[in-house]
């Protein structure tokens, strides 16, 4: 008897237990997805120093004005929804939402040190000389003198170096950089000002959250297909952008959002590069045993054999990607859009080739990339399979999408 009300004793205290740890696991979650509480815990410290750094004059820059006035203008601060590893916070000022971002660290340092050990950097026209090389050979892409000083944003003061080594954290920052060399082509977040090493740009509508089979089970098909059609339209985009096309080596349907006017952009640029210079990067040279060892995310390489080594550009394209990544996903826990849609065998054939594509439907010199012309046709197949959605679920109206129009060439 004894034992037995041991037993039920020990049993009642790990229920207990168990249940108050469930409890307060629910309490602490619930208290971090608060947004307002998340922002206290941890948005609120990045705020603080950067004012801070701005007293001190070691920080400049139009955002810093508009952050650490008595009478700013932001308000409803708050952490964000769905990337906190390049968001810090966001905010709203007169109604929009804007985010602010931290550049990231770099080793790159500007200063050199003289014969008395003291460290040197360079005058504010040298600055701009360097800023000018590094976008060329980055992006490829030049800016004359006027676009430089207005790409700097802000005069910075004479002789203030710590100034000076935060605008550089930024324009060594690819996040930022393709937000501000591609403004007019409207593929990624508005920047809107920077204070130092931080940053604002626009905030997006997430379009679609990360992705669940519960999710997609009761998820809406018209919907899914919508957003497929206009992840192509904006990879075709991409395809013609000058001076060169841009190459995304992460693609995730939760990064694509909408801005006020119904633009559709990516999140973060912090993965995207111009083709040149990511051919480069992926054929550097370096030691390598297989094909993986050259890759770069999502974008592929390619090992030399004989050489051992990665000397070959890359691969595959932003278009192989999206179907890989996007359309199809990568099983139960992490499904693409076309999860769990009824595809017409012709569909299900050119999505297969689009990942895995035939020696016909190659570019050259890239084994893994389909060619413009099996994009177009899965574009087209795509877009007629949601009118016949569309159709078959009673509604009247068309498919809201326009084929993409390009210029002539002969492969992506």
Known sequence: MLTALRRKFRLGMQRTVLIAVLLAVGLFSYA?????FCFKLMSHRSLTHMCQKYEHHEFSGSLCEELCSSQSNFDNFQCPLNDMKTILFTAEKNGDMLAVKLAKHNDDDLSWTNSKGEAIYPKIEEFHEIVKLHIILAYNVTLDDNMIRALVNQEIADNNSQQMVSFWRLFKDNNYMMGKLFDEESVFPAVLGSCGPYYATEGLEIVQSNPSIIQFLASNR???????????????RLEEMKPEPLRMCKMQVNRFGLTPDRRLKYQSAEHIYVESYLDKRISNGVKCHNNQDCNFHSCRGLCDADRQACTHVQQNNNFQIFCEHVLLGSGTFQPGLLSGIRLPRSLQKLVKMCVQPPKEHQVPDRRQAPTLQLALRLYNELKQLLQAVITASGADSDVDVESPRLRQQGGV
Do not use: D, T, W
């Open 32 to 36: 971090f997805l608060n947004l307002s």
């Open 222 to 236: 018209q919907q899914r297909l919508k957003h497929a059609l206009n992840i192509m339209e904006y990879i075709f």
